[in-house]
């Protein structure tokens, strides 16, 4: 499924926690399940390999977010951008503090490189 949304101001925790993301206003059409799941960016004939984060942020605040990593050297500062959804990869989750929701995020980064082939 692809999607294309403008991008949005987040709240920096992804960056804190080394993972930075884009954050992307949630497309009126956006029929996924909460969850994280491998991923590609597209921006014009750019594909970035990613992983996406879909859902309530429970260890936060929880309020929903649909925010994207980019899986390699990623320097641009896009306004809208499109990407596509391809395999989930576990449901959301609470965790009890930033270095645990840390360590699960680089087991997630994992398996989105498994699933896309990149490494």
């Known amino acids: 499924m692809k999607f294309s949304s403008k991008i949005v101001t987040g709240h920096g925790v992804g960056r804190e926690l080394g993972f930075p993301t884009l954050n992307f206003k949630i497309p009126k059409n956006f029929a996924i399940e909460p969850g994280v799941y491998a991923a590609r960016l597209f921006l014009g004939q750019l594909e970035f ?29 896009p306004t809208s951008a499109e ?31 498994e699933i896309l082939g990149v490494r």
């Open 49 to 77: 390999p990613a992983i996406l984060f879909f859902g309530k942020r429970e260890t936060f605040d929880s309020s929903q977010t649909l925010e994207i990593h980019v899986l390699e050297e990623f320097k641009e500062s």
């Open 83 to 113: 990407f596509e959804v391809l395999q989930k990869i576990r449901d959301t989750a609470k965790f009890n503090s930033k270095e645990k929701l840390s360590e699960q995020i680089q087991k997630d980064v994992a398996a989105a490189r």
